[in-house]
């Protein structure tokens, strides 16, 4: 730990616990215990105030830093080229943007052009935005409606929470965007329908009655995680994707893909609908983009999209009118660049595969163990495992043995995640995405902390 950093963490603390509003968090608790700071993070590891040690098995909290921590070389990266030039504004361009566009579409055959921003969130409006102009320029604004998933999230502002499965995060922040509209999940261990038999295909079918009752005249876009992240780690069976590309194609809706957590590598592919037969024509991306060295989000669009907006050069209006000031910071395009070579470099996406293989083997063998195991799933170091009270109803558990399950791993020093105020009665997941830098020694401990945790609270 950095020296002053020690000599003041008394005062540290308390100015967090007086001025610090934290994320996703209810603060009446740190009015009798310190609130957790974290000081300092090394390759899988991360050390709190007080310098005890923990493995993180999700990557800083919310599936991010997907090199690891203390890469000195990213930093330096970020530093030299802040000295070269830390800003301009992005109706500009600059060389790391320029170096970085151009490595990303090598990753993304198909698409063609990179629109900077700094969240998720910001990336998955410039989506939304795309669609709308387009309804207005071309269909008089009458194909303006996007569809999105029942589970799905797609990011904090309103407009991104409009857009939202998840009914916790959305309550009490209404009223909402008006045009988007819910389509079902498809969580095959939840299925909606009497008959299980190919399941993918008759969940997207559902998306096809949606267009239908709407009007297709009305429908613009549709915006889906690959593999939804916060839902509940819900990777589409097979036939999904396939089916959901043919009717977009049929009734002329732009497909949006949000690989804001997924991308990156995180699944196992650079991107996870590389994990299927489709060709979006929108792309969005943030978090792993560049491990949170440096905030960036990247909005990929097609070439056939981005033409859209300069096919009349004479209309004022005619071209994207948005703007992302700090999308002009070329410390994010700097630091995804020199996160692209160490995943390439050290083979990361191979790791990932590996690693996945040997999580889903010992998340299975857990599962043999506990009967309150009703389900693992996943891809790549991106996996989940859905707690149920019976495995013959698949009653979820209570929340609070999952949040138990996940508070005795962090008293083990091991930073499990879990699915947290996403949708009331099914929060009850427990969610693994450690760095693709993962070692089996690394998932022994994970699976060995989340043992001992299951000993003692998963009793049903
Ligand atoms: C799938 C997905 N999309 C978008 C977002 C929003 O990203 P941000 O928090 O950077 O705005 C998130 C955040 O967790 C996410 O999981």
Redesign the pocket.
């Known amino acids: 730990m950095n020296k002053a950093v020690e000599a003041d963490l008394a005062q540290l603390v308390e100015a967090d616990r007086k001025h610090v509003w934290h994320h996703l968090t209810q603060h009446k608790p740190y009015e009798n215990k310190d609130p957790l700071i974290i000081v300092k993070g090394d390759g899988m590891r991360v050390w709190n105030q007080a310098g005890k040690e923990h493995l993180d098995a999700v990557s800083g909290g919310?599936?991010t830093v997907n090199v690891g921590y203390g890469r000195e070389s990213i930093a330096n990266a970020v530093r030299d080229q802040l000295i070269e030039l830390n800003y301009f504004a992005g109706s500009a361009g600059s060389i790391p943007g320029a170096r970085f566009a151009e490595r990303l579409i090598e990753k993304m055959p198909g698409m063609s052009r990179v629109y900077y921003s700094n969240?998720?969130?910001?990336?998955?409006e410039k989506g939304y935005k795309i669609v709308r102009q387009i309804a207005h320029r071309h269909y008089g604004g009458k194909k303006h409606k996007i569809l999105f998933r029942d589970r799905?999230?797609?990011?904090?502002?309103i407009t991104?929470l409009s857009s939202g499965g998840q009914n916790e995060r959305k309550d009490q922040y209404g009223p909402f965007t008006p045009g988007f509209i819910e389509v079902p999940h498809c969580c095959e261990y939840r299925c909606q329908f009497d008959d299980a038999s190919d399941y993918g295909v008759k969940a997207a079918q559902e998306i096809e009655k949606v267009i239908l009752a709407e009007g297709p005249d009305t429908v613009g876009g549709i915006v889906l995680?690959p593999i939804?992240?916060?839902g509940g780690v819900i990777v589409p069976p097979e036939g999904y994707w396939e089916t959901v590309q043919a009717i977009c194609k049929k009734y002329d809706v732009l497909l949006h893909i949000?690989?804001?957590?997924?991308g990156l590598g995180r699944t196992g592919t650079w991107f996870g609908y590389q994990h299927y037969d489709i060709k979006p024509d929108i792309v969005?991306m943030?978090?792993g983009v560049a491990s949170g060295y440096a905030a960036i989000?990247c909005t990929v669009t097609t070439e056939a999209v981005f033409d859209m907006f300069k096919d009349d050069a004479d209309d004022p209006m005619s071209y994207f009118r948005d703007i992302s000031t700090f999308g002009g910071c070329t410390s994010g395009p700097a630091a995804a660049l020199e996160n692209m070579r160490i995943i390439e470099d050290e083979n990361l996406i191979d790791n990932c595969n590996d690693m996945s293989d040997y999580l889903m083997e010992k998340l299975r063998g857990l599962q043999n163990k506990y009967k309150v195991i009703g389900d693992v799933r996943g891809k790549g170091l991106f996996c989940g495992a859905e707690l149920v009270a019976d495995r013959q109803t698949k009653e979820p558990v209570p929340e609070a043995m999952v949040a138990n399950i996940a508070a005795d791993c962090m008293e083990q020093g091991v930073i499990i995640g879990r699915t947290n105020r996403s949708l009331t009665g099914f929060n009850n997941t427990i969610c693994l995405s450690p760095a693709l830098i993962s070692t089996k020694d690394d998932i022994d401990e994970i699976v060995t902390s989340i043992d001992n945790a299951m000993s003692k609270h998963a009793v049903i």
């Open positions: 919310v599936w969240s998720g969130s910001e990336a998955n799905d999230y797609h990011g904090t502002t991104a995680e939804t992240a916060g949000d690989e804001v957590v997924c969005t943030a978090k989000a």
